[in-house]
């Protein structure tokens, strides 16, 4: 198991541009597998480990496909039908999107059923009624999905706007026949951005980004040069770093509107932040960081449960109890346990964290547990008085391109140590 050794108790500072956003490239890379014949040439995109998982999916499918200098290049035209084994499911919840993507391109997908994962009961039931409303036959065996037939017109209402769900639809009607319309559609920049990628391919799809996205079926797409949006999440963690460590840290390559939730409540916290065309700035501007109150985690454009745990090593040290309510997973608050071992002062009952400020954090070994929270945890050792350990460091690397060597450019004392 690979680990991150920091040093911790120097400011950020600096300049830092995000790589392409994790959550666009997955489910256009999905969608890919829709294009029958023509190159599709993707830019920005970073070089973690699920993109590598998700080249590997299309790879199996026939698809030719290339990785280099940020520039993913995939050619669909020669693809076939075949099932997603366990193993390729089990490392990435987004491999639940090549249902609809398989579903609208060959009209049958079979994957294994992806299960729980690090934060907490991952069900697809959304996915699997809006695929049935479109007139595919589905069996969920509880260990294998498969969907089968012409996806076709249907109105359909999503009880939560689950982000995975919308997607999917979205996949398997832009090649099916007829008009499909989601209401309660989730309206994440990233939708709205594979919107517009279907739509460069030759689709018809409008609405992303508001609340009814309309879907109309069309019989071929084709291959196109497209550029995937900055990713919200990945500057997140470099704003909540600069504000944790007192330092100062311009973000650029990501739209500062995506992360209003986010910069509103570091402005809330008594934090300064400059936004641009195309960057934002933080710091804390020589003011103490304070307690915002209350955070609570809601669908875009609400606080984003990505940015989570970011934000709350970004406030073990505010002045103040912080009220953290996670309204989006049932298990995403166990990072807790992990700042408890730095020094931090939490208690957490159900999906609330009570984060009462403490006056220094120091190192120690600490578990990344999943993704984000392997990041936040980054974020405090990075603030943190002595040396901290992180291991299992191979969450962080599903989201997170060259994400030390980003780090060290901002002055941080970190090492990785390889197993
Ligand atoms: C996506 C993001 C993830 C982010 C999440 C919420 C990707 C690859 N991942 O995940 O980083 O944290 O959105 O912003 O884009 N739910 C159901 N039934 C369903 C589907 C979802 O009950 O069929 C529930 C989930 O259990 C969860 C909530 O809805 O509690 C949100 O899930 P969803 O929006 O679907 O997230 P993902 O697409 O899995």
């Not at 076939?80 to 997908?109: E, Y």
């Not at 402005?267 to 934002?280: A, E, P, Q």
Request: hydrophobic letters at 40%.
């Amino acid at each position: 198991m690979s680990e991150y050794i920091i040093s911790g108790g120097r400011p950020l500072v600096g300049h830092v541009r995000v790589d392409g956003a994790k959550n666009s490239v997955l489910p256009i890379l999905c969608a890919c597998l829709l294009c029958d014949g023509g190159i599709i040439t993707l830019s920005n995109c970073p070089r973690i480990t699920d993109v590598q998982y998700t080249l590997e999916i299309l790879n199996l499918f026939g698809c030719e496909t290339s990785f280099a200098d940020g520039q993913i290049r995939v050619n669909s035209e020669n693809a076939r039908f075949c099932g997603i084994p366990c193993d390729l499911v089990g490392k990435m919840r987004s491999a639940a999107l090549f249902l609809g993507a398989a579903a609208g391109r060959f009209h049958q997908a079979e994957q294994c059923r992806p299960g729980g994962c690090e934060l907490g009961s991952r069900p697809i039931d959304l996915h699997l009624s809006a695929f049935a409303k479109m007139g595919l036959s589905v069996s969920d065996t509880g260990m294998e999905v498969k969907c089968s037939g012409c996806p076709h017109g249907a109105d359909i209402f999503l009880r939560y706007p689950s982000v995975g769900a919308t997607e999917n639809i979205m996949l398997a009607a832009c090649r099916g026949s007829g008009t499909v319309t989601v209401t309660n559609a989730a309206r994440e920049p990233e939708i709205e951005d594979l919107q517009n990628f279907i739509n460069a391919m030759g689709g018809n799809i409008r609405g992303a980004g508001s609340g009814i996205i309309i879907i109309e079926g069309v019989e071929k797409l084709h291959g196109v040069d497209y550029n995937i949006i900055g990713d919200r999440i990945e500057a997140a963690t470099y704003l909540a770093a600069a504000i944790a460590t007192d330092g100062e840290i311009t973000v650029s390559g990501v739209c500062p509107s995506h992360l209003t939730a986010v910069t509103d409540l570091i402005v809330n916290s008594g934090g300064s932040v400059c936004r641009k065309h195309d960057s934002i700035t933080a710091s804390r501007g020589g003011q103490f960081i304070l307690s915002p109150g209350k955070v609570e985690t809601s669908p875009y454009p609400g606080f984003p449960t990505d940015a989570q745990s970011l934000i709350m090593a970004m406030l073990l040290c505010a002045a103040g109890t912080t009220e953290i309510h996670e309204g989006v997973f049932d298990d995403r608050l166990r990072v807790s346990y992990e700042f408890i071992k730095m020094g931090a002062d939490i208690t957490v009952s159900g999906r609330t964290a009570y984060v009462h400020g403490t006056e220094r954090l120091y190192g120690a070994r600490v578990f990344a547990g999943d993704l984000r929270s392997g990041a936040a945890l980054v974020i405090a050792a990075m603030s943190a008085r002595g040396e901290s350990v992180i291991k299992n460091i191979s969450h962080i690397e599903r989201g997170y391109n060259n994400f030390e060597t980003k780090l060290r450019g901002l002055g941080g004392n970190i090492v990785k140590l390889k197993d």
